[in-house]
């Protein structure tokens, strides 16, 4: 009898063992570069995210990056290193990377996108060396855990995981892990957080809501945080912190740092508008997006003169005209001052590392001086060809979306329209076109919205900024390619 219970415990234990193996078989890569075919004990891994913690199941984790951090000293000594890769002393800095540890991978990996091939060539032979799964990093050293719809970023609340496989049984402590993957194929913790510019001190953005008829109701949620339950606990996010959030079953949620899916926790939403505060259901409620020009959108952290697709990046580097080519009567009136572009008279610059773009949104902070003439004003170019260009042209409190026409020599104006004047003086400008649809927003407010003929769409061109009969200052460059 006691024999036969062994054998039935045996094969009790043995079934168990093969299905909870079954749902939580994954990938580990070690910092000394082992690989481990295992199994993981744990039923869930936390992480701390910056709106509070979170609880993840095994079986709903796709990747998992445990993260470490960096001191600034650190980095210093890595960005000396990584000036010398395309030099003579080239192959003393990859020894010294090499030796500095992982912490020197996410600039490495940076480092071999670069257009030097010197440089490319030596940070990829580190790269073999400290983190050959290939697994992006983010540069901030935060951890990383992916599920299926969710993105998120802190700090991981566990220690140690327990590993089962061939090898026997370990515990692995956490500081000696790079990646853990639960899904097959390439491992991808995931892509680089996108950077969004600071939103001034004590400031809400401006949001942008959609309802079930339609209606547009832009103005502040007239609270700080918003309370969101989530399946793996609650987050409370500051409004501040918001990018986007599409209302649904379940909702969907960007910030500034993570995106997550749950549930907004309020039936109200209150907006404070210029016209007064509306109280609204929050069933009633599609889509809540931050303005496009309130400081929402990212913009991508490149070293080189690439421009990724359907990311924010900057154009204007805020020390010289690199990039762009001076144009117009006035071609010397155009000078980097403070930060900024100063224009005056009839002048302007093209951009020139970036051909024949088609669908592109391009974006600026403008501020009008003073005008020099009737008629003055600034220009933000859309689309710049040898057969004519698209743009706005603006005053400072009105404004039209234009067409010009080299072969006739005469603009056409597509749309008119106005907008309030800043405190600041500063306006956030945002111009656009995806296939026959132009967009233009003024400080955060819709303006125009035009649809071109087809048959008179201009070809692909080049994005500019102008002047004409005004002085003014420009800020904040920047273009997002669309596909």
Same mark, same amino acid.
């Given at each position: ?13 043995? &079934? ?7 749902? +939580? ?129 802190? !700090? ?193 610059? !093209?951009? +020139? ?5 088609? +669908? ?24 710049? !060809? ?6 706005? +042209? ?37 111009? =656009?076109?995806? &296939? ?11 303006? =125009? ?5 087809p048959k008179q769409q201009l070809p692909p061109g080049r994005i500019g900024l102008g002047v004409w009969r005004t002085d003014a200052r420009f800020r904040d460059v920047r273009i997002k390619v669309l596909q």
């Open positions: 009898m006691r024999k036969t219970l062994g054998i039935l415990g045996m094969v009790v234990l043995l &079934g168990t063992a093969q299905g909870w193996a079954e749902g +939580h078989k994954c990938t580990v890569y070690t910092v000394d570069n082992q690989k481990l075919k295992a199994t993981i004990s744990d039923e869930d891994f936390g992480i701390r995210t910056p709106y509070g913690v979170l609880k993840v199941p095994t079986t709903d984790i796709k990747a998992m990056y445990p993260g470490f951090r960096v001191a600034e000293s650190s980095r210093k000594r890595i960005r000396s290193f990584i000036t010398k890769l395309g030099g003579p002393r080239g192959d003393a800095a990859v020894r010294s990377l090499v030796e500095m540890g992982r912490i020197t991978v996410p600039q490495l990996q940076r480092a071999a996108q670069s257009k030097d091939k010197a440089t490319a060539k030596r940070a990829k032979q580190a790269l073999k060396v400290l983190w050959p799964t290939g697994a992006k990093v983010p540069s901030n050293g935060s951890a990383v855990l992916l599920t299926k719809d969710m993105e998120l970023r802190g !700090t991981m609340t566990w220690l140690s995981v327990k590993l089962e496989g061939e090898f026997g049984r370990k515990s692995l402590r956490k500081s000696g892990i790079q990646l853990i993957q639960f899904t097959t194929g390439k491992a991808q913790p995931a892509s680089e957080a996108p950077k969004y510019p600071p939103l001034k001190e004590g400031r809400y953005p401006q949001l942008e809501l959609v309802l079930g008829d339609n209606t547009r109701i832009i103005g502040t949620l007239d609270t700080s945080s918003v309370v969101i339950d989530t399946e793996y606990g609650t987050l409370t996010v500051p409004v501040k912190k918001l990018i986007s959030v599409t209302l649904g079953d379940p909702d969907r949620i960007i910030t500034r740092d993570i995106i997550f899916t749950g549930k907004l926790a309020t039936t109200t939403l209150e907006v404070k508008s210029k016209v007064g505060t509306f109280k609204i259901d929050r069933d009633k409620v599609q889509v809540v997006k931050a303005l496009l020009a309130e400081g929402a959108t990212p913009v991508a952290d490149t070293d080189d003169d690439t421009v990724p697709p359907n990311q924010w990046t900057a154009i204007f580097n805020e020390k010289d005209l690199d990039g762009w080519s001076r144009w117009g009567k006035d071609g010397k009136g155009v000078q980097v001052e403070n930060k900024t572009i100063r224009m005056t008279g009839d002048a302007g610059i !093209t951009y +020139h590392k970036l051909d024949d773009v088609h +669908h592109v949104i391009v974006a600026a902070q403008i501020k009008v001086e003073k005008s020099l003439g009737q008629g003055g004003g600034v220009k933000l170019i859309l689309r710049d !060809t040898t057969a004519g260009q698209y743009y706005i +042209h603006f005053q400072g409190r009105q404004g039209m979306i234009a067409r010009w026409d080299n072969k006739t020599k005469t603009s056409q104006v597509l749309k008119q329209f106005q907008a309030d004047r800043p405190k600041d003086g500063w306006h956030r400008i945002q111009f =656009g076109m995806l &296939g026959s649809m132009m967009l233009a927003y003024i400080n955060g407010r819709p303006v =125009g919205e035009v649809k071109i003929n």
